[in-house]
């Protein structure tokens, strides 16, 4: 038995000449947002920052205040959420994003009709016991399960070369396929101090999904850092500002114990990967102008770093 | 259960045991480690003649007095090498290749003067001569070197598999052998098979000193196979199961010294005139022979090697002389060069254990003295701040059972920055690649017109290597060099911690 036919040539063709005059002409006029379903784009803010809360609760207030997560995940789509796993460290010590808010925005995403939620970082030191500790330690491998998350180990094989058009150091990188091939990419770093790049947030957290981070460190580091976001940025950064590893970062200290965590209960999300680490920066206590790569990522205007252009909605719980 | 069968099945579990302890992940090899080498004759001999540890010992006297009442069953059943053997000779018999053995005399010479070598090398703390015959020892760089490989390459391959069905699991690493080394044990590996295939259990018979000693033990065991010579019809089926070589069908003579004790015989002997019985064995003086003679020699030798084995302080003064000006850096809980080559039997057992495969075996790195004992391969790897495998392992205490928090402040070298190729230094970007992974604090970093200059604080520093790994120069701008003798490194002083902060101390506000 044949399926009966859905639509005549003669719909098809009628829908489609309307649906394309619709999106042609959006576009033309610059008011693509109410294709997404979106209010007036004036109402919708560049950064929210909220705190006084815990993870999961920062995380849904602020991505209320940022337009809801179906603004960002349509359904069947496929997500990577890619949060700081970089070293074997318990949350405590604030060197690793906080589980809790890994597991609030996979449920947010599935609640979204996200099709798969990947979670991958490809840790600092990538021998295969060393990344095991550092996604079990973390507590985000059990956390993204419990989310339903696939849990993705770093490996060597996954890797795909790409091109960065206009980066001045970094001229091409060594993409996780994950990142390369999802739909929406979710970045979601921790703020913390790094004893290089002096901080360590959303535009450093892509170094984790390349695999020729040593290459940065070798041409400068800042450079290729702000580089790799000519390449692609993700599709909404969420920072984690919750416990604040203030010195001996990016690892700190493997007891918790000593480490110097600030609790602030903190929590940033924009889809202007440079404005949310000026942002950040601001919360850690330092001047955006003194990172070296949030100045190079806003001179090659990746984003904007000039808090006073940007609407910023702020929230205390 | 015929005596056969029994054998056949404890040869067996002991067989997967030996396997699942070299190629079994570090947790099982860490269990395993405590159980099993203590009844190895020389891991348990080395740990005993160090530092009398309880079970070793006990095992130690376990396998003689073993020895002493069934003869060598430790070669049949105990012995991972021997049960190789075993399958290698059971499989070649199922292919109809080599179905028959026959009774060869004794090659007592050869075999003796291997005994005393040995002996006198562990004196003298010559310990190649050890590790290129012990059985245990081979068996674990077998395991290490060949199957090891192949296990995690086909797990690895596995995973690859699974990946488009969303399955995901963590690879595991490969040791890295060296060239040298595994060419060695590809040659050992095809000695074996070859003797295994024509010649039966003459490995063990004339080469292994654990077979030599224990034969001279089991000439007076308790428990023996005799022939009863009258009802023997010569027939010789007996001759051709035993995989020894040791029966002499004409004579109706069982060799004690070179039987294994597998009882083939006992099932192949139509009339059953062969039995496996407490016999008080019957020295006649007219069997007084040029060999026996030299049997009493050298187990005399032997013996004598033994004891003065036991005292440390001849060894030290016997020493040979013969690591290289620069030799590599040792485990954690080695000590010192000198301690470690003499106590180490190269089984490669930590090698296999190592999650980082940062242990890799040498081959004359540490002198000839000391072939294919283990070294921190920093080129390929670094080891770990939060583990100590290699000393849990370890059959001989040659890498001495650290706790953990002792085992983070043992400095098995220092790192050095070379800051003529440091780019930092060199290009004047920020690099810190060291500094991010250092895991002792070790790695400081001065701000100069805010650049970060990397330094070494060399009081903290354990010479762990993952500063090299992480170096992105080539070749690497800071190295670890070996200490000969271990140091302390001091504790990283206790930040001091910030009063903690009330839950809303900057308040509802915003710093933008």
New interface residues.
């Given amino acids: 038995m044949k399926e009966p036919q859905k639509f005549n040539r003669r719909e098809v063709l009628g829908k489609g000449l309307s649906l394309g005059l619709l999106v042609g002409g959006a576009v033309i006029l610059g008011k693509t947002d109410f294709l997404l379903g979106q209010g007036p784009s004036a109402s919708l803010p560049d950064l929210v920052a909220v705190k006084n809360g815990e993870p999961d609760a920062l995380f849904k207030k602020a991505i209320d205040l940022l337009g809801g997560m179906r603004r960002f995940v349509k359904k069947g789509q496929t997500v990577v959420v890619k949060p700081n796993i970089g070293f074997p460290r318990v949350p405590e010590v604030g060197a690793t994003t906080h589980p809790l808010l890994v597991k609030t925005i996979i449920e947010s995403c599935y609640a979204a009709g996200a099709g798969k939620v990947y979670v991958f970082d490809n840790v600092v030191t990538p021998t295969a016991g060393n990344a095991r500790n550092c996604y079990r330690l973390s507590g985000i491998d059990e956390a993204a399960r419990a989310a339903r998350g696939i849990v993705v180990p770093v490996d060597d094989f996954s890797y795909r070369e790409v091109r960065i058009p206009g980066g001045k150091k970094l001229k091409t990188a060594d993409v996780h396929g994950l990142i390369l091939d999802c739909d929406v990419f979710i970045n979601v770093p921790v703020l913390k101090h790094h004893s290089s790049a002096h901080l360590s947030i959303a535009m450093k957290n892509l170094m984790g999904i390349v695999k020729n981070r040593m290459e940065y460190h070798l041409v400068g580091l800042d450079q290729c850092i702000a580089d790799f976001c000519l390449y692609r940025k993700p599709d909404l950064n969420v920072v984690d500002a919750y416990r604040v590893l203030m010195s001996q970062g990016p690892a700190g200290p493997s007891n918790p114990h000593f480490a110097d965590v600030q609790i602030k209960k903190t929590l940033l999300v924009s889809q202007d990967i440079v404005a949310v680490d000026a942002a950040a920066a601001r919360i850690f206590g330092k001047d955006p102008e003194d990172i070296g790569y949030i100045k190079i990522g806003h001179a090659q205007k990746s984003g904007n770093m000039n808090l006073k252009d940007l609407k910023i909605v702020t929230y205390a719980m | 259960m015929t005596l056969i069968t029994f054998r056949k099945v404890l040869s067996g579990l002991f067989f997967l045991l030996f396997l699942m302890l070299f190629a079994g992940g570090?947790r099982l090899s860490a269990i395993l480690s405590g159980i099993l080498p203590p009844f190895q004759f020389v891991p348990a001999l080395l740990r005993t003649l160090a530092q009398p540890a309880a079970l070793f010992a006990a095992g130690l006297i376990g396998i003689v007095v073993l020895t002493l009442i069934f003869g060598r069953v430790y070669c049949s059943f105990l012995c991972p090498l021997g049960a190789l053997q075993d399958l290698l000779i059971a499989a070649s018999r199922k292919i109809g290749l080599r179905p028959r053995h026959a009774y060869r005399p004794p090659n007592n010479l050869l075999r003796y003067a291997i005994l005393a070598v040995a002996a006198g090398a562990l004196v003298a703390g010559f310990q190649s001569a050890v590790s290129l015959l012990d059985p245990f020892a081979w068996w674990g760089r077998l395991v290490t070197d060949f199957v090891l490989p192949l296990l995690t390459g086909s797990y690895?391959l596995a995973?690859?598999a699974g990946k488009p069905f969303?399955l995901?699991?963590?690879?595991?690493?490969t040791p890295f052998i060296t060239p040298p080394a595994l060419a060695l044990s590809a040659a050992f590996l095809a000695l074996i098979v070859y003797l295994a295939l024509t010649r039966g259990r003459l490995y063990c018979n004339t080469v292994c000193p654990v077979g030599a000693f224990l034969g001279l033990l089991a000439r007076f065991s308790l428990f023996r196979f005799a022939a009863e010579k009258n009802a023997c019809t010569e027939c010789a089926r007996c001759a051709e199961v035993c995989k020894a070589g040791c029966i002499d069908p004409q004579n109706a003579a069982i060799d004690m010294s070179r039987c294994v004790a597998c009882f083939n015989c006992l099932d192949a002997c139509a009339r059953t005139t062969i039995r496996y019985r407490p016999q008080i064995p019957a020295v006649r003086f007219e069997d007084w022979s040029p060999a026996r003679r030299r049997v009493v020699l050298g187990g005399f030798a032997g013996g004598l090697a033994l004891t003065l084995a036991s005292f440390a302080g001849l060894r030290q003064m016997l020493r040979i002389p013969s690591a290289k000006a620069q030799t590599p850096v040792t485990p954690p809980g080695s000590g010192n060069l000198a301690r470690f080559t003499s106590r180490c039997c190269a089984c490669s057992l930590c090698v296999a254990a190592c999650?980082?495969?940062v242990l890799a075996p040498s081959f004359a790195d540490y002198g000839t003295g000391a072939l294919l004992q283990p070294k921190l391969n920093y080129e390929q790897?670094?080891c770990?701040?939060?583990?100590n495998v290699c000393g849990r392992v370890c059959p001989t205490g040659a890498i001495a059972d650290l706790a953990l928090a002792e085992k983070k402040l043992i400095a098995i070298g220092e790192a050095k920055l070379l800051e003529d190729i440091c780019?930092v230094y060199v290009?004047k970007?920020?690099?810190?690649?060291c500094?991010?992974?250092?895991?002792t604090?070790a790695?400081r970093?001065e701000d100069r017109e805010?650049i970060?200059y990397p330094e070494v604080d060399q009081r903290y520093c354990i010479g762990c290597g993952?500063c090299q790994?992480?170096c992105?120069?080539t070749p690497r701008s800071i190295v670890v060099e070996p200490h000969k003798t271990h140091k302390r490194a001091e504790k990283?002083p206790?930040?001091a911690?910030?009063p903690?902060?009330p839950?809303?101390a900057?308040?509802?506000?915003?710093?933008?």
């Fill in positions: 570090e690895n995973i690859l969303d995901y699991l963590h690879p595991r690493q999650p980082t495969a790897s670094y770990d701040y939060e583990c780019v290009n970007t920020n690099c810190g690649a500094g991010e992974v250092c895991p604090h790695m970093f805010n970060l993952a790994l992480a992105p120069t990283y206790e930040p911690r910030r903690a902060p839950p809303t900057s308040g509802d506000d915003f710093p933008f």
